[in-house]
Every structure is written in C-alpha cells, then in structure tokens.
C-alpha cells in the first residue's frame, strides 16, 4: 500500500497546526492518499469488521447500527504509510511534543439506520487540559468514502474542546448547553483521501445516516508523554513485526509487543453512547 502523493516537502506550518487545534479543535490534510491507496484501506477495514462481528465482543455497539472496532496495527497493510505520513507526524511532534506515542488504532462504522448521537467528548478532560490549558492527546481520522449528508456525517463544535463540564457529566454536557452546540455545529464531508486530526475533547457527535451505505472511518490515537490514554486500550504488535519497523517508529508505540497477537479486551465503553437520537 505505498502511496506515491506525500507531499515531498514536510515542512508543513507549526503555526497553522497549533492555530487550527488549539483554535476550532479540529484540521485537515486534503488529499494526503490516493484514492486507489484508500480503496486498499478500505478493504482491509472490511474483512476486519466481518472478522470482528464473528467474534464475541469483537465489535463495540455505540448506538444503533453503529460500531466500533479496535485492530491490530499489522492486520492493516497501510499502517506504517499512516504513521509515518509526513502531515501526521508534523501534527504529532507539533501539539504533542517529539516523544509523543501512539496508543490506538481502531475504526468505527456508523452504518444505514445509525441515529444520531448526542454531543459528547470522548473521554473527560484531563487537568494538563483544563488547568494547564494545554492538549495532550490528539485523534485522527481516516474516511474510506466519499461523505454525503445522507451518510451520517461527523459534525463539531468548534472551539468546545475547552468547556470545562466539572459539575455533572464530565463526557455529556447538560441538555441546558445544547443550543451553544446546535449554535456552532460543522458538519465535515471528507472525501476519500483526508486525514483529519481533532482533539477529541472537542464536542462532536455522528449524525444519523439516512443512506443505504456505511461509513467506515480508521482512527489513530496518539497521546503526550503525560497522556493516559493507552490505558483505555490494548495496542499490540508482535515481536517479528515490531523488530521489522524502523527505530524511529517503534520508539512512538506505546503497546505490548509480544509473541501472538491476543484478542483485544476494548476498554474504552462509552455507556451514554449506546442509546442514538431520532432525526
């Protein structure tokens, strides 16, 4: 799965980086793949989620016809090309700092009859965050379609990722927030071929999809040498794998590297997320 359109100049702006995240919560790197690379992604997602839905557990429901999907990273043949795209590692070594880790991979697939979901933040938000005013964890997503608006797409509040929830749900605002929400709302039609990056503590939430087609989305997950994600997850690689990968790269994973691959015991629920909206 070699992509043959890196940018050849990596040098992307730490400014407009730091701007856009710590600003809306959210950027983008259009066209970052070639579609042929994306339709690989694609596949490999496909045969992953058949797999996963096989197995007791192998699929996390978040709401009707919704799920998510934790994965291996060398079960997907264009793991290292993601990693190491020079837009992702830019972003990375910018908001996170050079030693920053990877501690997820995963996809979600939102498919035909998925409601909507109420807005939410993936996880509460950290005191490096709330206090120190500073991002240590970062999303990044990967569509393998074309999003319509039937399709269910992703849909931010921008700017959100600084609500301080303390009081009551630290993951779900109080329904009283919801029209500043409603105010803000983007909704993001992605294109096969973007990588975005979010913090994922900026309110979002999937709409409903109202087309006959799924959505499915790869998710990489990479946290601060303070981050305290990877606690939620169960990343592993073998050791053959592990010991074919470029220094470089191995220094970022932050799972287990071990002898087989282990089925993954997801660790990352979100009970409030299991029940959709209408509309």
Not at 205 to 218: D, E, I, M
């Amino acid at each position: 799965m070699n992509n043959s359109t890196f940018p050849q100049d990596s040098k992307f702006d730490v400014a407009s980086i730091m701007g856009g995240l710590y600003g809306d919560g959210f950027i983008a790197c259009k066209g970052a793949f070639s579609r042929e690379w994306v339709q690989w992604l694609g596949h490999d997602i496909a045969m992953l989620f058949e797999e996963a839905l096989s197995q007791p557990g192998g699929a996390l429901a978040r709401g009707p016809s919704r799920y998510y999907v934790e994965i291996h990273p060398e079960k997907l043949s264009g793991f290292v090309d993601i990693i190491t795209h020079p837009w992702v590692v830019a972003v990375c070594t910018a908001v996170l700092g050079p030693d920053y880790k990877i501690v997820e991979a995963g996809f979600d697939v939102p498919g035909p009859g998925a409601m909507k979901q109420p807005w939410h933040r993936d996880f509460p938000s950290p005191e490096a965050t709330l206090v120190g005013r500073r991002l240590n964890s970062l999303a990044f997503n990967i569509t393998t379609v074309d999003v319509t608006e039937e399709m269910g797409p992703f849909e931010i509040a921008p700017g959100t990722q600084w609500d301080d929830l303390s009081g009551g749900d630290l993951m779900f605002p109080a329904p009283e927030l919801t029209d500043r929400y409603e105010a803000r709302a983007q909704r993001k039609l992605a294109r096969m071929g973007d990588i975005t990056a979010r913090s994922a503590l900026t309110i979002h939430r999937g709409t409903a999809n109202l087309s006959q087609k799924s959505r499915p989305v790869f998710v990489l997950g990479v946290d601060a040498p303070d981050g305290t994600n990877a606690d939620k997850h169960d990343l592993q690689v073998t050791r053959a794998y592990y010991d074919g990968l470029p220094a470089e790269m191995r220094r970022h994973l932050a799972g287990r590297v071990v002898e087989k691959l282990a089925p993954i015991v997801q660790g990352h629920a979100i009970e409030g997320l299991k029940m959709g909206q209408m509309g």
